[in-house]
């Protein structure tokens, strides 16, 4: 008789929820998409290989359905798809199955955020699934640590009236950032810009720096020799010490209107730093060594990113460059030296990722783009219109799925060979 072939009922059951601990309790699978730009942050897909084109009426559906208002883009793991919307005066956490979009369980709380400029009221973080919990930041600033497995809620930390931030112009927009059992957050305080918590009780740890909040997500990664939590807030680089919140090094980078923002995600490539804006700043590539940061290059002719964060492979930066309202154009630069190798005017605003050889683009109009990830030239290998647009959130890549939202819906794409 077989192992299982002797387990009760009961024993089956004691299994399954040991594999879910483990598999939620611990490291996500490679093919898992659990917070904003993948696994690492990057914008990098790593998990079973794409198809590498696909008809003019696009990859096969999944499935759609109707959800709230909100930027964030869905964070996907263990099967689960968590959504993070505006549901009336609701914000909503909603957990689904990733292959039928079907509800799990829903975690919802009062919001009377209003949008200064008429744009959508609902979240615009990306949620964060680790160490077998939710992480969200509302529009209005409300942090929460929510069970993953059922939905509960562990704790809450409503930032603007605890740290006294201001509502700034859109809202609260950045993802947080879990290292180890801290949830890292740029909040904007007066005496707190960066503020760690507790990611089992909310508690606060540490609190560095008196910088404003960015819509930048920020990225742990390990430079020279650190591990490192590398923010950029509105006023430039952040690099702290997780454990303490010890600013290692600061480097002052922003537009010098009151009126800009700092939005796209620090790119680390080895022990260089990679900064991007818009408003007349443009980018900057900085070498970190003994402990402190020296400019490489830097100029507003190479790669201004707006919203939208720029993807490194082999060498080469792929991103977009310009205003989103006065259209943008997809660049493919050199990190090395800022050469822009290509570029295609008039393509519109977007976001970007990269599945092994392709780009993965998902337009503002709700169109699907593949192209090679190359620096010779650019050239569709496939494009459909999936969605209507605006499309704006962030997607999700996960075991060659594509998950896609806009103001209303939500869908699941298969893209797996």
């Not at 809450?156 to 879990?178: E, I, N, W």
């Not at 977009?320 to 259209?327: A, K, M, V």
């Amino acid at each position: 008789m077989t192992f299982l072939g002797t387990l009760q009922l009961r024993d089956l059951r004691v299994l399954a929820f040991v594999i879910f601990v483990v598999s939620f309790g611990g490291l996500v699978a490679a093919q898992d998409w659990p917070q904003i730009l993948g696994p690492g942050r990057n914008g990098i897909y790593t998990g079973p290989e794409i198809v590498p084109s696909f008809p003019r009426s696009g990859p096969p559906l999944i499935w759609k359905r109707d959800v709230g208002a909100g930027f964030a883009g869905p964070a996907v793991a263990g099967g689960r798809l968590v959504l993070f919307h505006r549901v009336n005066n609701r914000e909503t956490v909603e957990a689904m199955d990733a292959l039928t979009g079907k509800t799990i369980w829903t975690f919802d709380y009062p919001t009377g955020y209003r949008d200064d400029f008429g744009f959508d009221e609902g979240p615009r973080a990306v949620p964060v699934i680790a160490g077998g919990r939710v992480f969200t930041h509302g529009a209005d600033g409300m942090l929460h640590g929510i069970d993953f497995a059922t939905g509960k809620s562990l704790w809450s930390v409503d930032t603007r009236k605890v740290f006294q931030t201001p509502k700034g112009y859109f809202g609260v927009a950045s993802s947080p950032l879990v290292d180890d059992d801290r949830v890292m957050v740029n909040v904007g305080g007066k005496s707190a810009g960066i503020v760690a918590f507790d990611a089992a009780t909310g508690k606060t740890l540490w609190s560095s720096q008196a910088d404003e909040a960015s819509y930048s997500s920020p990225i742990a990664a390990d430079i020279a020799g650190q591990h490192l939590g590398v923010f950029f807030t509105r006023t430039g680089l952040v690099a702290l010490d997780p454990s303490t919140g010890a600013a290692r090094y600061v480097f002052r980078w922003r537009a010098r209107m009151a009126a800009s923002v700092n939005a796209a995600t620090p790119i680390v490539v080895k022990d260089q730093i990679f900064l991007s804006a818009s408003y007349g700043t443009g980018a900057v590539l900085l070498q970190v060594a003994n402990n402190a940061v020296k400019l490489v290059w830097s100029g507003d002719e190479s790669l201004s990113n707006h919203y939208s964060t720029s993807v490194y492979k082999d060498g080469y930066l792929y991103g977009f460059e310009g205003r989103q309202e006065f259209g943008q154009s997809l660049r493919c630069i050199e990190l090395a030296t800022g050469k822009v190798m290509w570029n295609v005017e008039g393509f519109g605003a977007g976001t970007l990722l990269v599945a092994g050889e392709a780009l993965v683009v998902t337009r503002e109009s709700g169109e699907l783009v593949l192209a090679p990830a190359s620096p010779r030239a650019f050239r569709y290998a496939s494009r459909a219109a999936l969605i209507p647009g605006v499309v704006r959130a962030y997607p999700a890549l996960a075991n060659g799925r594509y998950y896609v939202r806009n103001d209303r819906q939500l869908t699941a794409f298969d893209l797996r060979k």
